[in-house]
Every structure is written in structure tokens, then in C-alpha cells.
Antibody, heavy 124, light 107 residues
Framework: EVQLVESGGGLVQPGGSLRLSCSASGFSFNNYAMHWVRQAPGRGLEYVSSLSSNGFSTYHADSVKGRFTISRDNSKNTLFLQMSSLRVEDTAVYYC?????????????????WGQGTLVTVSS | EIVLTQSPATLSLSPGERATLSCRASQSVSNSLAWYQQMPGQAPRLLIYDASNRATGIPARFSGSGSGTDFSLTISSLEPEDFAVYYCQQRSNWPLTFGGGTKVEIK
């Protein structure tokens, strides 16, 4: 059974930093691209970042570029999101998401497994 | 950035009725479109990918169609567990984008 378990969320002041982790199990983690998607309270889904299976190809939404960094440790089946210079508008539930294929840049397939999310609250 | 516009924002229907949800892209995304269902307090679930392919374990009452800029998700006969919010997503161009969602509520 595929499982994605996020951790690391919490309350942080504007300008602060957090590191989210996603522990993956039930599939060959090193064969799949992974993503982060967020959802502000009461709002829709917003794409954040993507990383290819081998960790060489990354993409970040403009809203987080230069502040967030996605990475992975395939030896530990773990995905990360390092967040810095946090803003109030970054407040959201952050979901760790598995791709159907290895390439984050692929135009095919979908996001077939989602974690339950971790809440990040940016407030003074 | 490709903008996905979903309509209607809310669809009020009764169990057993047919639901048709629309997703329109601001430019062509070919067939690089997926649909997700989100129940309250839960993570989204993949329903349809590549515009018309059902994901693993998704009931046959869910179907997707369209290409280019106009897409539809059809639920042939609504079950009680289908009342939820539905999102479309394109992965034709960066950044990947989601539509604003359609809420299917019980009439």
C-alpha cells in the first residue's frame, strides 16, 4: 500500500524557515517524480514544486521561487521542502504527491497518490 | 501561465442524477488534463488523467472527455459519496495549474 506521510509543519513567524519532510513507502520511491501542492484554508489547490525521480530536474512555482527548495533522499525514501523567507500568504496545508511517472516535466499522467498534508501557519 | 476555468462553481443535484462538469483552458493543453475529487477534510484523489483515462480503482460512472481547450468530467449517476469538490489540472505547460474547483452538492 502506497503511503505518504508529511511532517514538519507548524507555526512560524513571517520571515522564518521550515523544512517539510515526506516519508514514502509501498512503492519504488526512486522511480517516480514527486511534487508538493498546497491548499490555503478554504481555498483551492496550488502547485508548489516538482522533482524528477533522479533528483536532477526541479521546478518551482513563481510564488515560491528563490524561497523554497525541493529535494529528495532516495536512499531514505524521503522528499523534502525547505521553506525560507516565509510569508503570511504561504499559510496552507502542504501535500506531498506522487507522480505516475519518473519525469516531473512529463505532460502525461497524473498525481496518483497524495499524503494527508501538513499545516504550515505563518503568523506573528 | 495557463488558466483553467471550471464551471459551474456549484452544481446542485440529487443522487442518481447525471453530473457534467466543465473545465476550459486559456490555451490548448492537448490532452494533458487530469481531474481530482476532494472530500471535506481529505486529500484530493486522482480520478482521470490524460483527459479520458480512469485512474486505478475509479468506478466506471466517472468519465472524462475533451482535448485542446474544452474538457468535461461526467458522473453518470451520482452516488452519495460523489458529493465533493472536483478540480481539473493541466500539465501541458509550466507552471502546472489547477482550476478553481466545482462543488457538487446535494439538492
Amino acid at each position: 500500500e502506497v503511503q505518504l506521510v508529511e511532517s514538519g509543519g507548524g507555526l512560524v513567524q513571517p520571515g522564518g524557515s521550515l523544512r517539510l519532510s515526506c516519508s514514502a513507502s509501498g512503492f519504488s520511491f526512486n522511480n517516480y517524480a514527486m511534487h508538493w501542492v498546497r491548499q490555503a484554508p478554504g481555498r483551492g489547490l496550488e502547485y508548489v514544486s516538482s522533482l524528477s525521480s533522479n533528483g536532477f530536474s526541479t521546478y518551482h512555482a513563481d510564488s515560491v521561487k528563490g524561497r523554497f527548495t525541493i529535494s529528495r533522499d532516495n536512499s531514505k525514501n524521503t522528499l523534502f521542502l525547505q521553506m525560507s523567507s516565509l510569508r503570511v500568504e504561504d499559510t496552507a496545508v502542504y501535500y506531498c504527491v506522487k507522480d505516475m511517472g519518473p519525469y516531473s516535466s512529463s505532460s502525461r499522467g497524473g498525481f496518483d497518490y497524495w499524503g494527508q498534508g501538513t499545516l504550515v501557519t505563518v503568523s506573528s | 501561465e495557463i488558466v483553467l476555468t471550471q464551471s459551474p462553481a456549484t452544481l446542485s443535484l440529487s443522487p442518481g442524477e447525471r453530473a457534467t462538469l466543465s473545465c476550459r483552458a486559456s490555451q490548448s493543453v492537448s490532452n494533458s488534463l487530469a481531474w481530482y475529487q476532494q472530500m471535506p477534510g481529505q486529500a484530493p484523489r486522482l480520478l482521470i488523467y490524460d483527459a479520458s483515462n480512469r485512474a486505478t480503482g475509479i468506478p466506471a460512472r466517472f468519465s472524462g472527455s475533451g482535448s485542446g481547450t474544452d474538457f468535461s468530467l461526467t458522473i453518470s449517476s451520482l452516488e452519495p459519496e460523489d458529493f465533493a469538490v472536483y478540480y481539473c489540472q493541466q500539465r501541458s505547460n509550466w507552471p502546472l495549474t489547477f482550476g478553481g474547483g466545482t462543488k457538487v452538492e446535494i439538492k
